[in-house]
Every structure is written in C-alpha cells, then in structure tokens.
C-alpha cells in the first residue's frame, strides 16, 4: 500500500484494513489505544503510526508491565539531581525523550492508579515536571497505547480510571489475530526469513514447499505471530538447509515431542560411532590395511585448510553410510536402518532429503 507501513507485512482482507485505519488515523495528534491478543504486533502497529504521523520526534517505547511500580514515575517523567537515593544527576524521562515524536505506552492496562492520574494530568495540560523538579516543562508529545486487556471491564474494576479511558480511547485501533489473516502466512514466512537470514548470514536457508505452507495456514496460532517466529527459529535448528513439507511442520514443529527430539539427537550421535565401530579392514592406495577413521581423526583437516564446511562434512558422511547400508542389505531399509541405528521413517526421510 505504501512504504511507510512496510513494516506490516500482509495484503489479507484484516490486513488491508489495519493499514487503511493507520493511515487515517496517523496525521492526527490525538491519542490513540491499539488493543488486540498476546503476539499480534501491536508495537509494530505503534511504530507505523509514527512513521506516517511525518512527527519529527523520535519513538519511545515503553512497557508498563515490565518497569516496577517505584520507578515508574521517574522513568516516565524523569528526575532531578537528588531527588531520591542513586538520582545522582539530572535526567530526562520518556515523556521527554519523545517530544516531537511518539511516546507508546505498552501493557497501559497494568499502570496503577496513582500514576495513571499523573498520566491524564500530564494528557490534559501537555505539562511534565520531573520527580524532584518545580519546574514545568511543555511538550508535544502524541500518546498511543496498546492492551490486550478489557480496559471496559478493569474501569467496572475500579483498576483503571473512567476519565482517563476516555482521553486515551479517542481512535481505538483492533489488531487482527494471525488466525483472522492465514491468508497472509506466505508473505509473513517470508519475510521473517529473509530478515533472519540477514542477520545469520552463511546459515543455511530454510523455505516451505507447498504442502509446508498449507500446513501452517491450517493451524489456530493460539500464540499469533510471535509464536510464527518461535516456530520459524524451531525450523532453522531442526530442518536447516532443507525445504520443509506437511509432515515437517505437523510432527516436529507444531506438534514437537520432546522425546522425539532426543531420538533424532541420539541417532545422528550414532552415525559417529559408526565411524569408531565399523570393523573390518580397510585397504589404501598400496593395499595396507588401515583403520577406519576416528571421529578425533577429521581435527587434522585444518592442517591442510583453514576452514572446513562442518555441515557439507556430515551430510557427505551420512550419505555414504547410508549407500552403502542400503547396497548391503539389497535396498531393504528396515535391513539398512539397523545397519545405521536409525529408525525405518528416519531413514526413508533421508533418502529422500538427499536424492538417493
């Protein structure tokens, strides 16, 4: 739709939506609560209003469920040189920090009552005076907040002021959850894995054939993006370098078992010791017998390279036990999987994985 709100990544029907509320909503100066479930992106929406607010000032975030309850006051409206114990000099708070610019107030939901009357003051006046200070100081500041909460239901609480609620909710903003946008998964996979791979450049990439991405558009995302991404980071551990199907993502990364997972870690284990146990000879070049190779024996590769592929060195071995397990046993991979400590699905798995 435009640069401005790339950070939102979708063209779903919700998603559509969400960035023509933004746009609409952004010029103006009034405050705004962006409410929605755990993981949808709330910030990221913040973030996208202040950048198509065009407001000089920077972004400053804050999370009022993570500051304790003492410091809160300071963090926000900042201190005056010996204001309290530590305030050892003067400093500015986030009210400060985002003047020109957006102050978001995370989680507003968990800020107790006394600070939220600070707070309607300070929305009422656009006046802050730091712990400690006589002083007022005038800002510009634009507030906008995000709750996964009922803010209707902690007023009827007596846990969050009415008159307050009233100033804040002047342009509600409801985020969709990922399960009312499956439609966007595709895009969203993507490009959470190229912003990935930016950061993990040389790492193998991981990618979603057909049947992979189907399968992500069929799950409930109890967790919404946030736990995506969980699920992305759990497909570059177990799957790196390979495309990933239906039974991938069904077995080991939606439904991952632990057990499961130690099995695989031991059977790949197994595949070293079958380097240090194979027994039997070995004849070289003038038909000396030598013996199979250790796993400490491969250290001595740097003494003729500087760097070595760790990776390509493992699949390179894993495909030649497995050729010649399956050349043994006459292409039966149950035979061949015994051979290789390996269960017959593990097998078969890699098989196919590498093309033999």
Sequence with gaps: MTVILSKLVGTSEAATRLKKLILMVAPSNSAVIIQGQTGVGKELVAESLHDASRR??????VNCAAIPRDLMEAELFGYEKGAFTGALKTTQGKFEQANK??????????????LQSKLLRVLENSNVTRVGGRTDIKLDVRIVCATHKDLNELVSQNKFREDLLFRLNVFPIQVPTLKER???????????????QQLTAGDPVVSFDESGIK???SYDWPGNIRELKNILERAKVFFPGQKINHEKVNKTLLGFDQNSFFD????TASIWGALDELGGVVRGQDNTVQAPPLPEDF??????SNSIDIRKLLRDIEIVLIEKALERNSSNTSEAAKDLHLQRTTLIEKIKKYGL
């Excluded at 610019?101 to 006394?114: A, H, K, P, R, V």
């Excluded at 250290?299 to 003729?304: E, I, V």
């Design 264 to 267: 695989r870690a031991e059977e």
């Design 215 to 217: 399968a992500l558009k």
């Design 182 to 196: 499956l439609d966007d998964i595709p895009e969203i996979v993507s490009h959470l894995l190229k912003k990935t």
């Design 101 to 114: 610019g957006t102050l978001f107030l995370d989680e507003i939901g968990d800020m107790n009552l006394d």
């Design 56 to 61: 000089k000032g920077k972004f400053v975030a």
């Design 299 to 304: 250290s001595r590769m740097f003494d003729s």
